[in-house]
């Protein structure tokens, strides 16, 4: 009986044993993903073209290593150390490949990598604009870039045919006093590595102004006020005026000093003068900045603040601070 059972149990190990080298020895073939890696690039070359990040590689294998394969990742480093600028053919050595321990390596898809070096080069690139168009009259229009250059660095054949970058605009055609911007892209291709892609242009826009000095008689606006002016009864004026109007200040009668009388009393009072100008017109100073006007009567209806003069058009208001204050006689 003992007998029986020994002979059942070396029977039951051996179909095992036998089942599992028949399965065992049937090769199946699957396609697996490898990673590439490079290293060993000699200084001052660039890799131009030809770099891929994987190959496909077709591997034999029993059934149970297979299933292994499909649960790990792969890959394999180059050495790119022996190219030289121009064309390189590098194979795929399927020995180095990380199969082992009964894979075998079938194909490689692709067999061999090309690859095209160039020497690394670096420039310096300034950026320049012209602006196209005439600026508004009496206008001086200035130009910034920022940046006004860019370094660029790549491939030999992609650097030496670049030159300074120039760029047009168009010149604003009505006066700004608050900066103007515009973005431009910089014309450099997309393999080449540079400092900015873009650069920034702000035109400032500032009036040509020339000082004049012209002297103006004082008026009286309020005529329901008997008035005259004892003291003084003409104001010296500095002005900057656009240049085209230095020659014609002096006789611009749009140019005024006038006096708003409001609620006055008879007798002397020091009031503030106002200075009316064209536009464009900027006033630097007047002097002096008060007259002594001797008020000798004041009709029934100007009991009441007189309306603010009416603004002619094209024409601004400007009120010179007194240096003192002067005090009534």
Do not use: C
């Not at 121009?86 to 795929?92: D, E, M, Q, S, T």
């Not at 700004?176 to 014309?187: D, G, N, T, V, W």
């Not at 900057?240 to 007798?267: D, W």
Request: hydrophobic residues 40%; without cysteine; neutral net charge.
């Amino acid at each position: 009986m003992n007998i029986r059972w020994k002979d059942l149990g070396i029977a039951f190990v051996l179909a095992i044993i036998l089942w599992y080298g028949v399965s065992g020895s049937e090769k199946l073939e699957t396609q697996v993903e490898v990673r590439l890696e490079y290293k060993g690039a000699p200084q001052g070359l660039v890799i131009r073209e030809g770099l891929i990040n994987k190959v496909e590689v077709r591997v034999r294998a029993s059934a149970g290593l297979l299933r292994s394969l499909n649960k790990r990742t792969y890959s394999h480093s180059l050495d790119l150390s022996s190219i030289t600028k121009g064309r390189n053919v590098l194979p795929i050595p399927t020995n180095e490949l990380p199969f082992w321990g009964g894979i075998e390596v079938i194909d490689v898809s692709p067999a061999v990598i090309e690859l095209y070096a160039d020497t690394l080069e670096k420039k310096t690139l300034p950026i320049s604009v012209i602006l196209r168009g005439a600026p508004p009259k009496d206008v001086t229009v200035s130009a910034q870039l920022t940046p006004d250059f860019v370094e660029v660095s790549g491939p030999s054949e992609l650097i030496q045919p670049l030159n300074p970058i120039n760029l047009t605009a168009a010149t604003p055609s009505e006066f700004s006093e608050k900066p103007l911007e515009q973005k431009f892209p910089l014309p450099i291709a997309d393999g080449v590595i540079a400092s900015a892609r873009e650069t920034v242009l702000t035109l400032t826009m500032e009036a040509n102004r020339t000082p004049v000095t012209v002297t103006r008689q004082v008026e009286l606006l309020d005529p329901l006020i008997n008035a005259t002016v004892v003291e003084p009864k003409s104001i010296t004026l500095s002005l900057l005026v656009p240049a085209s109007q230095e020659k014609l200040a002096p006789k611009n009668t749009a140019i005024k000093v006038v006096v708003e009388m409001g609620k006055t009393t008879p007798g002397n009072h020091r009031l503030p003068v106002r200075v009316l100008l064209p536009e464009g017109f900027k006033l630097v100073s007047a002097e002096p900045a008060e007259v002594l006007v001797h008020i000798v009567a004041v009709t029934e209806e100007n009991t009441s603040q007189p309306d603010s003069p009416q603004k002619t058009q094209g024409v601004t208001e400007t009120a010179p601070s007194p240096k003192s204050n002067g005090k009534e006689k």
